[in-house]
C-alpha cells in the first residue's frame, strides 16, 4: 500500500504584536497544511495563516497567546548605509541565532526574487533557515524581515543577504489584516527606465525618470491622457528616478487615491492627475525587460524583417489590425541583439515613424542617420521602446 509522505520546512519568523501576530517570509510557509511556532521559551504554538503576499514575500501568522514580547516597528527612512544590524533567525534549524553585520545597500531592486523589490543589502550572515527573521537595528527595532542571500551557488552566506524593508512589511501586513489580502493601486501602464541610449533617442537633456513603454486603454494612466512615449518625471511632487520606483510608490497606495503625475510629453512638461484603480488578480502590465545599451555601420545591422501576414499574427497571437514587420533574426551579438531585440518581434515604429511594411521599413533604416535608432516594438501583445546604438 501506498504511504503518506510528510515533507518538513523550516524557517523564522517575527512577533509584531503581542496579541500573538507575527510576520514572516511567504515561501517560509507556502504550501503549508500545518504550522507550527515555536517561541523562546520553548512553548509550541499551533499557527494560523492570516494571509500571504507572493509578490513581496511576506506572510502573516496568527497564534492564540497574549502578552507575548513584541519589536517595535522603526521608522525605514532613518537607516543609513553602515548602519549597524542584528540578524536574527533560525539558521539550519540550530535555533535562535543573533549575528551581526551592517547595511550594505538600500533600495536594491531588479534582482529577480520578487516581483516588488525594495531591499535592504546586509552583509550580517544570513543562512537557510533565517528566511523571515528579524533584521533590527542597535536600539532593539525592527527595519526588516530577512528573506534572501547570494550564495555564488554554494547555498551558503557570503556576506550578501537581503531583507524586505519594515515599511513595505508593514504595508502588507495592515492590508492583510484589513481585507485578507493586498490591494494595490494600479496606474496601467508598462513602465521602462530610461537609459541613457533612451535619453538621447527621446530628446531628454537627462536620463532619470520612466518612460511609457505602453499604456492600456481605458486604465487610469489612459483616462488621464498619458500616452506611450511619456515620461514620468515625479508622483506627488516626489521625483521617479526608475521604473521600480514608480511600481513601488503606485502599488503602495489605495485603489481611488488621485495621484498628481508630472510628465514629459513631446517635449514639454504638464501635470496630471489619475485616479487610481485596483490592480487586476493578473498584476496587470508591470513589467518589462532591462534592456541593456548597445555597444558602440547601422544600428540596425543583423536584423532580418519580413511583412506580417494572417499566418503570422496568427502564430504570435496578436490581433489582426497588427502593423509593422515581423523580425526573423537577429544577428548575435550586434547592436540590436544587445539591446534586447529578438526574433518574433514586431517593429511598428522607427525613430517615431510608423512602419507598415517592409518597404516603409527599409526607407526608415535608410533615412536613419548615425547614432540611436530609437524602435517601437510589439512583443506578445506587449509594446515597449529599444533604443540601439550604431557601433
Known amino acids: 500500500m501506498p504511504q503518506k509522505r510528510f515533507e518538513h520546512s523550516l524557517g523564522s519568523g517575527v512577533i509584531v504584536r503581542s496579541d500573538g501576530y507575527i510576520l514572516t517570509n511567504n515561501h517560509v510557509i507556502d504550501g503549508a497544511t500545518d504550522i507550527t511556532v515555536t517561541l523562546n521559551d520553548k512553548r509550541e504554538l499551533k499557527a494560523k495563516l492570516i494571509g500571504g503576499d507572493a509578490k513581496t514575500d511576506i506572510a502573516v501568522l496568527k497564534v492564540d497567546a497574549t502578552n507575548l514580547p513584541a519589536l517595535t516597528f522603526a521608522d525605514s ?3 543609513h548605509v553602515g548602519d549597524l544590524v542584528l540578524a536574527m533567525g533560525n539558521p539550519f534549524g540550530l535555533g535562535q541565532t543573533v549575528t ?3 547595511i550594505s545597500a ?6 529577480g ?3 516588488y523589490e525594495d531591499f535592504i543589502q546586509t552583509d550580517a550572515a544570513i543562512n537557510p533557515g533565517n528566511s523571515g527573521g528579524a533584521l533590527i537595528n542597535t536600539r532593539g527595532e525592527l527595519i526588516g524581515i530577512n528573506t534572501a542571500i547570494l550564495s555564488g551557488g554554494s547555498g551558503g552566506n557570503q556576506g550578501v543577504g537581503f531583507a524586505v524593508p519594515v515599511s513595505l512589511a508593514r504595508n502588507v501586513m495592515n492590508q492583510v489584516m484589513e481585507h485578507g ?9 508598462l513602465p521602462q527606465d530610461v537609459t541613457p541610449a533612451m535619453a538621447k533617442a527621446f530628446n531628454l537633456k537627462q536620463s532619470g525618470g520612466v518612460l511609457m513603454g505602453d499604456v492600456t486603454a481605458g486604465t487610469p494612466a489612459a483616462q488621464a491622457g498619458i500616452e506611450r512615449g511619456d515620461v514620468i518625471l ?4 516626489q521625483k521617479v528616478e526608475d521604473s521600480n520606483q514608480l511600481k513601488l510608490r503606485i502599488s503602495q497606495m489605495a485603489p481611488g487615491t488621485a495621484v498628481k503625475l508630472r510628465i514629459l510629453h513631446d517635449g514639454s512638461e504638464r501635470t496630471v492627475t ?6 487586476p488578480a493578473s498584476g496587470g502590465r508591470s513589467a518589462v525587460e532591462k534592456n541593456g545599451d548597445a555597444a558602440t555601420s547601422s544600428a540596425l545591422d543583423g536584423v532580418s524583417v519580413e511583412a506580417v501576414d494572417a499566418q503570422t499574427l496568427n502564430e504570435l497571437k496578436l490581433p489582426a489590425s497588427t502593423r509593422g514587420v515581423v523580425v526573423t533574426d537577429v544577428t548575435e551579438g550586434s547592436p540590436a541583439a544587445q539591446a534586447g531585440l529578438r526574433q518574433g518581434d514586431v517593429i511598428q515604429e522607427v525613430n517615431r515613424g510608423h512602419v507598415s511594411s517592409v518597404a516603409d521599413f527599409d526607407r526608415a533604416v535608410h533615412n536613419a542617420s548615425g547614432g540611436t535608432t530609437l524602435l517601437l516594438v510589439n512583443r506578445s501583445g ?3 521602446y529599444l533604443a540601439i546604438q550604431a557601433r
Open 100 to 102: 551581526m553585520g551592517i
Open 77 to 79: 527612512a532613518k537607516g
Open 181 to 189: 489580502k493586498v490591494v494595490r493601486g494600479y496606474l496601467g501602464v
Open 113 to 115: 526574487i520578487e516581483d
Open 234 to 237: 515625479d508622483v506627488d511632487g
Open 106 to 111: 538600500q533600495g536594491r531592486a531588479n534582482l
Open 382 to 384: 506587449y509594446t515597449m
Open 274 to 279: 489619475a485616479k487610481l484603480a485596483e490592480m
